[in-house]
T-cell receptor, first 113, second 109 residues
Framework: EAQVTQNPRYLITVTGKKLTVTCSQN?????MSWYRQDPGLGLRQIYY???????DKGDVPEGYKVSRKEKRNFPLILESPSPNQTSLYFC????????????FGQGTRLTVV | EDQVTQSPEALRLQEGESSSLNCSYT??????LFWYRQDPGKGPEFLFT???AGEEKEKERLKATLTKKESFLHITAPKPEDSATYLC??????????FGTGTRLQVFP
Protein backbone atom coordinates (compact mmCIF):
# COMPACT_ATOMS: atom_id res chain seq x y z
CA GLU A 1 0.00 0.00 0.00
CA ALA A 2 1.34 3.42 -1.01
CA GLN A 3 1.79 5.52 2.07
CA VAL A 4 3.67 8.16 4.01
CA THR A 5 4.44 7.06 7.56
CA GLN A 6 5.26 9.43 10.40
CA ASN A 7 6.38 8.60 13.90
CA PRO A 8 5.51 9.26 16.59
CA ARG A 9 1.82 10.23 16.24
CA TYR A 10 1.81 12.05 19.57
CA LEU A 11 4.68 13.58 21.51
CA ILE A 12 4.89 15.67 24.65
CA THR A 13 8.31 17.06 25.47
CA VAL A 14 10.00 19.77 27.50
CA THR A 15 11.59 22.96 26.27
CA GLY A 16 15.11 22.43 24.98
CA LYS A 17 15.08 18.64 24.71
CA LYS A 18 16.13 17.63 21.20
CA LEU A 19 13.68 15.49 19.26
CA THR A 20 13.30 13.90 15.85
CA VAL A 21 10.10 13.14 13.98
CA THR A 22 10.60 10.48 11.33
CA CYS A 23 8.94 10.33 7.92
CA SER A 24 9.16 7.54 5.38
CA GLN A 25 7.46 7.03 2.00
CA ASN A 26 7.28 3.86 -0.09
CA UNK A 27 6.34 5.44 -3.44
CA UNK A 28 9.86 6.30 -4.67
CA UNK A 29 8.87 9.97 -4.72
CA UNK A 30 11.54 12.59 -5.38
CA UNK A 31 9.91 15.45 -3.53
CA MET A 32 9.23 15.48 0.21
CA SER A 33 8.24 18.26 2.55
CA TRP A 34 7.25 19.10 6.10
CA TYR A 35 4.29 21.28 7.12
CA ARG A 36 2.91 22.54 10.35
CA GLN A 37 -0.79 23.20 10.80
CA ASP A 38 -2.08 25.73 13.29
CA PRO A 39 -5.66 26.93 13.81
CA GLY A 40 -6.51 29.85 11.50
CA LEU A 41 -3.14 29.67 9.72
CA GLY A 42 -3.59 26.60 7.60
CA LEU A 43 -0.72 24.43 6.41
CA ARG A 44 2.63 26.18 6.27
CA GLN A 45 5.71 24.64 4.73
CA ILE A 46 8.74 24.23 6.98
CA TYR A 47 11.33 22.56 4.72
CA TYR A 48 11.32 20.64 1.51
CA UNK A 49 13.62 18.33 -0.40
CA UNK A 50 13.73 17.87 -4.15
CA UNK A 51 15.91 14.75 -3.95
CA UNK A 52 18.62 13.03 -1.91
CA UNK A 53 20.98 15.55 -0.30
CA UNK A 54 18.94 18.48 -1.69
CA UNK A 55 16.94 20.44 0.90
CA ASP A 56 15.69 24.01 1.16
CA LYS A 57 13.76 26.26 3.49
CA GLY A 58 10.04 26.74 3.26
CA ASP A 59 8.03 29.56 4.79
CA VAL A 60 8.65 28.85 8.50
CA PRO A 61 12.05 27.11 8.84
CA GLU A 62 13.28 28.77 12.06
CA GLY A 63 13.98 26.26 14.83
CA TYR A 64 13.90 23.22 12.55
CA LYS A 65 16.42 21.08 10.66
CA VAL A 66 16.00 18.32 8.11
CA SER A 67 18.14 15.82 6.28
CA ARG A 68 17.66 13.64 3.19
CA LYS A 69 20.26 10.90 3.16
CA GLU A 70 17.98 8.34 1.52
CA LYS A 71 15.18 8.88 -0.97
CA ARG A 72 12.50 7.33 1.24
CA ASN A 73 13.29 9.12 4.54
CA PHE A 74 13.00 12.77 5.51
CA PRO A 75 13.30 13.32 9.27
CA LEU A 76 12.40 16.61 10.96
CA ILE A 77 14.71 17.65 13.80
CA LEU A 78 13.97 20.14 16.55
CA GLU A 79 17.30 20.76 18.24
CA SER A 80 15.92 22.94 21.06
CA PRO A 81 12.11 22.87 20.99
CA SER A 82 10.16 25.81 22.35
CA PRO A 83 6.45 26.13 23.26
CA ASN A 84 5.71 28.05 20.04
CA GLN A 85 6.57 24.87 18.14
CA THR A 86 3.57 23.14 19.66
CA SER A 87 1.61 22.20 16.56
CA LEU A 88 0.32 19.45 14.29
CA TYR A 89 3.05 18.38 11.85
CA PHE A 90 2.62 16.66 8.51
CA CYS A 91 5.09 15.08 6.16
CA UNK A 92 4.18 14.92 2.48
CA UNK A 93 5.66 13.45 -0.68
CA UNK A 94 5.09 14.02 -4.40
CA UNK A 95 6.34 12.23 -7.49
CA UNK A 96 7.68 15.54 -8.76
CA UNK A 97 6.90 19.24 -8.77
CA UNK A 98 5.24 19.38 -12.18
CA UNK A 99 1.68 19.46 -10.92
CA UNK A 100 1.73 16.14 -9.11
CA UNK A 101 -0.45 15.86 -6.04
CA UNK A 102 1.07 15.52 -2.59
CA UNK A 103 0.38 12.55 -0.33
CA PHE A 104 0.35 13.25 3.38
CA GLY A 105 1.24 11.28 6.46
CA GLN A 106 -1.18 10.91 9.36
CA GLY A 107 0.40 13.70 11.36
CA THR A 108 2.39 14.17 14.56
CA ARG A 109 0.82 16.19 17.33
CA LEU A 110 3.66 17.81 19.25
CA THR A 111 3.29 19.58 22.58
CA VAL A 112 6.26 21.44 24.04
CA VAL A 113 5.88 22.41 27.70
CA GLU B 1 2.15 37.65 -3.63
CA ASP B 2 0.75 34.17 -4.24
CA GLN B 3 -2.39 33.61 -2.20
CA VAL B 4 -5.25 31.14 -1.78
CA THR B 5 -8.51 32.13 -0.09
CA GLN B 6 -11.29 29.72 0.75
CA SER B 7 -14.89 30.58 1.60
CA PRO B 8 -16.93 30.12 3.60
CA GLU B 9 -14.84 29.26 6.66
CA ALA B 10 -17.61 26.99 7.90
CA LEU B 11 -20.73 25.55 6.32
CA ARG B 12 -23.60 23.66 7.92
CA LEU B 13 -25.88 21.67 5.64
CA GLN B 14 -28.85 19.43 6.09
CA GLU B 15 -28.40 15.99 4.60
CA GLY B 16 -29.37 16.21 0.91
CA GLU B 17 -28.89 19.99 0.73
CA SER B 18 -26.47 20.67 -2.12
CA SER B 19 -23.96 23.53 -1.95
CA SER B 20 -20.59 24.79 -3.20
CA LEU B 21 -17.26 25.67 -1.61
CA ASN B 22 -15.10 28.38 -3.15
CA CYS B 23 -11.33 28.63 -3.60
CA SER B 24 -10.01 31.84 -5.14
CA TYR B 25 -6.34 32.18 -5.97
CA THR B 26 -3.71 34.58 -7.21
CA UNK B 27 -0.49 32.92 -8.30
CA UNK B 28 2.37 33.59 -10.67
CA UNK B 29 1.20 30.96 -13.11
CA UNK B 30 -0.67 27.80 -12.18
CA UNK B 31 0.90 24.34 -12.36
CA UNK B 32 -2.09 22.72 -10.71
CA LEU B 33 -4.93 23.20 -8.24
CA PHE B 34 -5.62 20.47 -5.70
CA TRP B 35 -8.55 19.66 -3.44
CA TYR B 36 -8.08 17.67 -0.24
CA ARG B 37 -10.37 16.37 2.46
CA GLN B 38 -9.11 16.43 6.05
CA ASP B 39 -10.73 14.69 8.98
CA PRO B 40 -9.94 15.96 12.50
CA GLY B 41 -6.43 15.06 13.63
CA LYS B 42 -5.62 13.27 10.35
CA GLY B 43 -3.58 14.04 7.28
CA PRO B 44 -5.15 15.64 4.22
CA GLU B 45 -6.51 13.10 1.76
CA PHE B 46 -6.13 13.89 -1.92
CA LEU B 47 -9.37 14.33 -3.89
CA PHE B 48 -8.76 16.10 -7.22
CA THR B 49 -6.21 17.84 -9.41
CA UNK B 50 -7.25 20.50 -11.95
CA UNK B 51 -4.77 21.95 -14.41
CA UNK B 52 -6.56 24.37 -16.70
CA ALA B 53 -9.63 26.62 -16.84
CA GLY B 54 -12.75 24.75 -17.86
CA GLU B 55 -11.59 21.45 -16.45
CA GLU B 56 -13.95 19.44 -14.24
CA LYS B 57 -13.45 16.32 -12.11
CA GLU B 58 -16.05 14.20 -10.31
CA LYS B 59 -16.01 11.64 -7.55
CA GLU B 60 -19.21 10.34 -6.01
CA ARG B 61 -21.07 13.39 -4.63
CA LEU B 62 -18.19 15.79 -5.27
CA LYS B 63 -17.44 17.79 -8.40
CA ALA B 64 -14.55 20.22 -8.78
CA THR B 65 -14.41 22.95 -11.40
CA LEU B 66 -11.76 25.50 -12.34
CA THR B 67 -11.75 28.99 -13.84
CA LYS B 68 -8.81 31.35 -14.30
CA LYS B 69 -9.29 32.85 -10.84
CA GLU B 70 -11.18 30.34 -8.74
CA SER B 71 -12.26 26.78 -8.20
CA PHE B 72 -15.49 25.39 -6.83
CA LEU B 73 -16.12 22.14 -5.02
CA HIS B 74 -19.76 21.26 -5.55
CA ILE B 75 -21.34 18.83 -3.12
CA THR B 76 -24.52 17.21 -4.36
CA ALA B 77 -26.96 15.67 -1.85
CA PRO B 78 -24.36 15.47 0.92
CA LYS B 79 -24.41 12.82 3.64
CA PRO B 80 -23.16 13.11 7.24
CA GLU B 81 -20.02 11.17 6.27
CA ASP B 82 -19.07 14.06 3.99
CA SER B 83 -18.46 16.17 7.10
CA ALA B 84 -14.80 17.25 7.09
CA THR B 85 -12.56 20.20 6.36
CA TYR B 86 -11.94 20.69 2.65
CA LEU B 87 -8.61 22.22 1.68
CA CYS B 88 -7.63 23.86 -1.57
CA UNK B 89 -4.00 24.22 -2.65
CA UNK B 90 -2.25 25.58 -5.71
CA UNK B 91 1.19 24.91 -7.10
CA UNK B 92 2.71 27.97 -8.73
CA UNK B 93 5.36 28.25 -11.43
CA UNK B 94 8.03 28.53 -8.72
CA UNK B 95 6.85 25.07 -7.61
CA UNK B 96 5.58 26.18 -4.24
CA UNK B 97 2.44 24.51 -2.88
CA UNK B 98 0.20 27.10 -1.20
CA PHE B 99 -2.76 26.06 0.93
CA GLY B 100 -5.93 27.87 1.85
CA THR B 101 -7.17 27.68 5.42
CA GLY B 102 -10.03 25.38 4.49
CA THR B 103 -13.81 25.16 4.73
CA ARG B 104 -15.18 23.18 7.65
CA LEU B 105 -18.27 21.33 6.43
CA GLN B 106 -20.84 19.81 8.76
CA VAL B 107 -23.71 17.76 7.34
CA PHE B 108 -26.58 16.99 9.70
CA PRO B 109 -29.03 14.08 9.31
Amino acid sequence: EAQVTQNPRYLITVTGKKLTVTCSQNMNHEYMSWYRQDPGLGLRQIYYSMNVEVTDKGDVPEGYKVSRKEKRNFPLILESPSPNQTSLYFCASSLNLRGAEAFFGQGTRLTVV
Amino acid sequence: EDQVTQSPEALRLQEGESSSLNCSYTVSGLRGLFWYRQDPGKGPEFLFTLYSAGEEKEKERLKATLTKKESFLHITAPKPEDSATYLCAVRSLVDKLIFGTGTRLQVFP
